[in-house]
């Protein structure tokens, strides 16, 4: 439908700076900040819904390094 199609297209603004903001927090932890944040913001995600992806992201960033170190690559 034609609503689905515009939900998808307001979608597709969201993902380079959620993209962004994620490399930044994997990357360089310590120079993540709110410069970072503040486009999430202004694509209509709310604090809490930027804090829990970028929260959840990290989570699974780091289980993802547990398990290399730990020798499970599958």
Not at 9 to 16: Q, S
Not at 17 to 29: D, F, S, V
Not at 33 to 46: D, E, Q
């Amino acid at each position: 439908t034609l609503r689905q199609e515009d939900d998808d297209i307001a979608r597709w603004e969201l993902e380079p700076a959620l993209t962004q903001a994620i490399q930044w927090l994997t990357r360089a932890p310590d120079r993540f900040s709110a410069a970072h944040f503040f486009p999430l913001l202004t694509r209509g995600v709310s604090s809490e819904q930027a804090i829990n992806m970028l929260g959840w992201c990290g989570v699974c960033g780091w289980l993802n390094r547990l398990k290399i170190a730990l020798g499970e690559t599958y």
